[in-house]
């Protein structure tokens, strides 16, 4: 394939798959009926009794009380806060399967963030800070290359 | 085989170690690194032998509390139940579902309790059922006995913090929780709370 | 009798144990390597101890000997031979003998396989440390949670069999099996990365002797690990495979560990750098395998998999504690004389890329950990009780997940020290336009959602890179192109490709719904038909199932049921699967049908893709074995040589432009003249894609 050719293929693939992202970002397939709704809710919120399982995981019979009681406050018009803020009043921070994003619990936002951002600028110093360094093979090298050589020519008969 | 012959020469016995390219003298970035990886772990093994998500500090702190609301429309569609037309009685709150054995165990306690409250004429059963379609329930009761009111109301069991069933809680004559009773209860413990008062 | 019997021969292991640990670090304190012979005796009697135990179990089981307390809490007499054989690992104490089973297994094999080698210091240092660890285990096994206690039973009694849900799936009889296999086989290279640190000889010597071992731990661990998601998937009935459950989350940090020292482990062969990193990687998943089973066997969080809280967990926490320390004191003392001194080139370079990949599956690993300790932390803190669950992991693991995926797409097609924009443009383009059309595909197909899309372009873009490579190997060496470690890796990254997509699917487009119906009624959910037919039950001693028969789309009948396990008064679903290439369907009973009644309520789960998932696992196994084959040209090449200009594997791609000569003349000096470990290690690769560089360009 010529050179040219490939560089407008790379242009049309890298085209093609951004107008492809944004077709699936945007394109979500319409509102969110009650019953995705109901379904999304579900899996928001932590089983009480069920050991970190989510209300829509669970067979417990808890888990089937709060699913109802999802579905009953979705139907009567509840908004999403006041359905959350009902659940944690009954049973606290531990029915949300997602931590909340303030206070002590935050660091569990950042932490994995910083140390992301630590490790990747580690990595990338430790790429491009051997870039500048002098690389003149000296003739220390070259006679323990030569040694190398010798001895493994030796060690194979 | 061939490949640890071939290793011999290098890594073999009588060879010395690996010659060191950077003297060990300080504190060099592994040295660092171990030390911080160090104190991690301990910290996380301390976190591990004292720290214990104990599932027993969820006990209902209900309990003392104030009781929460429990109304709903009657199983039987012959009216409306509220907690509050009951005040200054004592009330049982059962959490049950017919499809629950431990419940189905414990029902001739409750029926016992009903006869026995009857008597004394302070003791009202209210019972919430935990997904059940009413007429099971309905057959449940015709089969088993006992003719409390049955409310369906998921809002309730939220508001009591209802983790498994079978579960009751007693609400004295003030409106206080005064027993939470996980598991099957007996007729025998609600008598003594109430006689001991 | 049984008891007495399996006793002994755990008290013959720790002995043997002991005795071989302290006579092997006396040989090795004070110089008499010949004494190291002495350790292959108790390294026999290790072996035979722990086949006698387990098989004195296993006999006990069958002759239902419920004088013995074990089998008293997990034997019945109803049990099938298959889960009764099972039942061994059901719970603690019987994992325990599974795990000493599994560990004397790769001891022996250890002995064995380098018998050649018995008067090494390295090689003595390792079965020491191997003996310190068997010491451990039977110790436990001896103390605080003895197999083999005595009890008094009055007759005719039956026993409660196993845990309902440990005996109503085949796939009991080997998860655990294959997460032990994997688990304790990190053992071996655990012990050479110790034996390594301790006498200083961190050549590559002790990678390449250990290498398979570690190779086939993972896969045993891989296979472990998803046979565990798919007993999940057709066993609890909550229709999902992976919960982000600590147990679960104690089995993956290991992988991730793992995964990430097998891919660098590649970067110290070739290069000579990263040693003490590959260490301590090695030394992080033994420790993790330690602290998964201090999780899973403690009750120290809470998990739905606490199949056996028992005694021992303060034991595995100080073990945890021993192992970790000792690392971590030895890489401190050793580490920084250790370190080498090579340089990575390039940002584009397969080893920048390797670097990469062990940082993001580094941050996997810490963003599992700290989710899976942080609700403790929390309660220490602030005493807060929070729960840390699936939309905390998802949200974390997508991202690094996706970063992965593309990594994965480049990284196998990098040359090593330098890759130069032409070359990529050229190897990359036909797997980006796999990719591109992957994406169209899922976006003609109904697929929506940035992130599912996302991952089917990017997974169409990995599949692309890695089937070129296999392409391209197989063209040129026919069915040699897919054994070694670089094509059977190019398998693994396939099944990892249909994993993340089937994964990405399953999660993604899953629809869940409760119906009620009665006999004969029908319900409609996402455009397929479910029509109960009937209820029905069946009952023998062992437990009572209760099934209703469902008919989906007026075609295939399916009993989704609810099953009482008598003995132990447990009722568990029992869910029914219809599973497709594209989708499957999942039926569970929401509750326990009503005796008499003829009404259900009936959850109906549609999931698309799972049976990717387990394809994805399937032939990363099949991947991993090919990998273990000795690949093209493992032996007849120079240990030296070959890594000269001249030896021709260095860098035989065309269209690449040659890194500086000077630097290859060098490059078997920082490698201390390894040089051989390139011919079946990295070597290949680039000789694999010569054709396409000079094809194309």
Redesign the interface.
Same mark, same amino acid.
């Given at each position: 394939m010529p050179a040219r050719v490939r560089v407008l293929g790379w242009v049309a693939v890298i085209a093609a798959s951004l107008s492809l992202s944004v077709v699936a970002a945007f394109d979500d397939g319409g509102a969110e009926t009650d019953a995705e709704r109901i379904e999304r809710l579900s899996d928001s919120f932590a089983c009480p009794e069920c050991r970190g399982q989510s209300v829509a995981e669970s067979n417990a019979a808890v888990a089937a009380t709060i699913r109802q009681f999802i579905a009953d406050s979705v139907t009567d018009g509840a908004t999403d806060t006041e359905i959350r803020d009902q659940l944690v009043a009954s049973y606290e921070a531990r029915v949300l399967l997602n931590p909340p994003a303030d206070g002590f619990a935050s660091l569990i936002w950042v932490l994995p963030v910083v140390l992301v951002v630590l490790g990747a600028v580690g990595v990338g110093a430790a790429i491009t800070g051997n870039r500048g360094r002098d690389r003149q093979v000296s003739d220390e090298d070259i006679e323990l290359l030569a040694r190398a050589r010798s001895r493994s020519g030796g060690d194979h008969s | 085989m061939a490949e640890s012959m071939i290793e011999q020469p290098v890594d073999g016995p009588g060879e010395e170690p690996a010659p060191a390219p950077t003297p060990a003298s300080g504190m060099g970035p592994a040295r660092i690194t171990s030390i911080v990886v160090g104190v991690v772990v301990a910290g996380l093994i301390v976190l591990f032998a004292f720290g214990r998500d104990d599932p027993e500090a969820d006990a209902s702190d209900l309990l003392g509390a104030r009781a929460a609301p429990v109304q709903g429309e009657l199983l039987d569609a012959s009216g409306a139940f509220d907690i509050d037309d009951h005040r200054g009685s004592w009330v049982l709150v059962n959490f049950f579902a017919t499809w629950c054995p431990p419940c189905v165990a414990e029902h001739p306690e409750l029926v016992e309790l009903e006869r026995w409250g009857a008597d004394r004429g302070d003791l009202q059963l209210v019972s919430v059922v935990f997904n059940d379609p009413p007429d099971a329930v309905a057959r449940f009761f015709d089969e088993r006995g006992g003719g409390w009111p049955v409310i369906d109301n998921p809002t309730v069991a939220v508001d009591w913090r209802v983790a498994q069933i079978p579960e009751s809680f007693l609400v004295s004559p003030s409106g206080q929780v005064v027993l939470h009773v996980e598991g099957q209860l007996a007729a025998s413990e609600i008598k003594r709370v109430m006689e001991g008062e | 009798m049984n008891a007495i019997i399996g006793f002994g021969f755990v008290t013959l292991g720790l002995a043997a144990s002991v005795l071989g640990a302290a006579g092997g670090t006396y040989a090795l304190l004070t110089g008499r390597?010949y004494l190291l012979r002495t350790v292959r005796q108790w390294v026999w009697l290790i072996l035979l101890a722990a086949v006698g135990a387990f098989t004195v179990m296993e006999v006990a089981l069958f002759q239902r000997d419920y004088e013995i307390a074990f089998v008293s809490q997990v034997g019945s007499d109803s049990t099938p031979p298959l889960f009764n054989f099972a039942a061994l690992w059901s719970a603690l104490e019987g994992s325990l003998l599974l795990w000493t089973l599994v560990l004397s297994g790769y001891l022996a094999a250890m002995m064995v396989k380098?018998r050649? %080698?018995r008067?090494?210091?390295?090689l003595g240092w390792a079965l020491v440390v191997m003996l310190v660890i068997t010491t451990f285990f039977f110790a436990l096994m001896v103390g605080p949670a003895n197999p083999f206690v005595t009890t008094e039973v009055e007759p005719g009694f039956t026993g409660p069999g196993p845990n309902p849900l440990l005996q109503n799936h085949i796939l009991v009889a080997f998860h655990p099996p294959m997460l032990y296999l994997g688990y304790v086989g990190f053992s071996v290279p655990f012990a050479f990365a110790v034996a390594a640190l301790i006498?200083?000889?961190?050549?590559e010597?002790?990678l390449?002797?250990t290498r398979r071992w570690t190779v086939a731990a993972w896969g045993f661990l891989t296979a472990g690990i998803i046979l565990g998601a798919w007993w999940s998937y057709e066993v609890l009935?909550?229709? &999902?495979y992976w919960?982000?459950?600590?147990v679960e989350n104690a089995s993956i940090l290991p992988w991730l560990t793992g995964t990430a020292y097998i891919h660098s482990v590649m970067v110290q062969e070739r290069r000579g750098m990263l040693r003490?990193w590959n260490l301590s990687l090695v030394c992080a998943t033994f420790c993790l395998t330690i602290l998964g089973t *201090?999780l899973t066997r403690?009750g120290?969080?809470?998990?739905?998999h606490?199949f056996s809280d028992g005694p021992v967990g303060?034991w595995l926490?100080t073990f945890? $504690?021993l192992s970790?320390?000792a690392t971590?004191?030895l890489?401190?003392w050793?580490?920084?004389?250790?370190?080498?001194?090579g340089?990575?080139?390039?940002?584009a370079s397969r080893e920048?890329s390797f670097?990469?990949n062990n940082?993001l599956f $580094?941050?996997m690993a810490?963003?599992i950990l700290?989710?899976t300790? *942080?609700?403790?932390?929390?309660?220490?803190?602030?005493g807060?009780?929070?729960?840390?669950?699936?939309?905390?992991f998802d949200?974390?693991a997508r991202p690094i997940g996706l970063a992965l995926l593309f990594l994965m797409a480049i990284a196998p097609v990098l040359p090593w020290r330098k890759a130069s924009t !032409?070359v990529l443009?050229?190897r990359l *383009?036909w797997p980006?336009?796999i &990719?591109?059309v992957s994406?169209?595909l899922?976006?003609l197909l109904g &697929? %929506? $959602?940035?992130y599912?899309?996302?991952t089917f372009?990017l997974g169409g873009f990995a599949a692309g890179a890695a089937a070129r490579q296999v392409v391209l190997a197989t063209r040129r060496q026919g069915w040699r192109g897919l054994v070694g470690r670089t094509n059977g890796g190019m398998i693994v990254h396939l099944g990892v490709v249909a994993l993340a997509v089937g994964l990405a699917a399953s999660e993604s487009y899953k629809?869940?719904?409760?119906v009620?119906l009665a006999v004969g009624e029908t319900a409609t959910v996402e455009g397929h038909e479910f029509r109960y037919l009937e209820p029905g039950a069946d009952i023998n001693d062992r437990r009572l199932r209760t099934f209703a028969l469902i008919e989906i789309d007026g075609d295939d009948v399916y009993a989704p049921a609810t099953t009482n396990y008598r003995q132990v008064?447990m009722?568990v679903?029992t869910p029914s699967v219809r599973t497709g290439f594209t989708e499957d369907v999942y039926l569970?009973l929401?509750?326990?049908p !009503?005796p &008499?009644?003829d %009404?259900i309520?009936l959850r109906v789960i549609i999931r698309p893709m799972v049976a990717w998932i387990w394809g994805g696992g399937f032939l990363m196994a099949v991947g991993t074995v090919l990998a273990l084959f000795p690949g093209r040209r493992r032996?007849g090449t120079?240990?030296?040589?070959a890594a000269?200009p001249d030896g021709g594997s260095t860098s035989s791609e065309p269209a690449e432009p040659e890194a500086?000569p000077?630097?290859d003349?060098?490059e078997?000096?920082p490698a201390?003249?390894?040089?051989?470990?390139e011919d079946w290690a990295g070597a290949a690769d680039d000789d694999v894609s010569a054709p396409v560089g000079g094809g194309?360009g």
């Open positions: - | - | 390597l380098f050649h %080698r008067n090494d210091e390295l006498t200083g000889r961190l050549g010597g002790w390449v002797e009935g909550w229709g &999902g919960a982000w459950d600590p003490v *201090f403690s120290v969080v809470e998990s739905v606490a303060p926490l945890f $504690g970790a320390g971590v004191l890489i401190g050793r580490g920084d004389q250790l370190r080498s001194t340089l990575i080139d390039a940002p920048a670097l990469a940082l $580094g941050a810490f963003v700290l989710g300790v *942080f609700p403790l932390l929390a309660e220490a803190w602030d807060s009780r929070l729960t840390i669950g699936s939309p905390y949200s974390m !032409e443009s050229v *383009f980006a336009v &990719g591109v994406m169209a899922a976006l &697929g %929506r $959602g940035i599912p899309v996302i372009g629809s869940d719904r409760t009620q008064g009722i679903p569970v929401d509750e326990v !009503e &008499g009644s %009404r309520r032996r120079e240990p030296v040589s000269l500086t000077d630097l003349r060098l078997p000096v201390g003249g390894r040089a051989p470990l194309d």
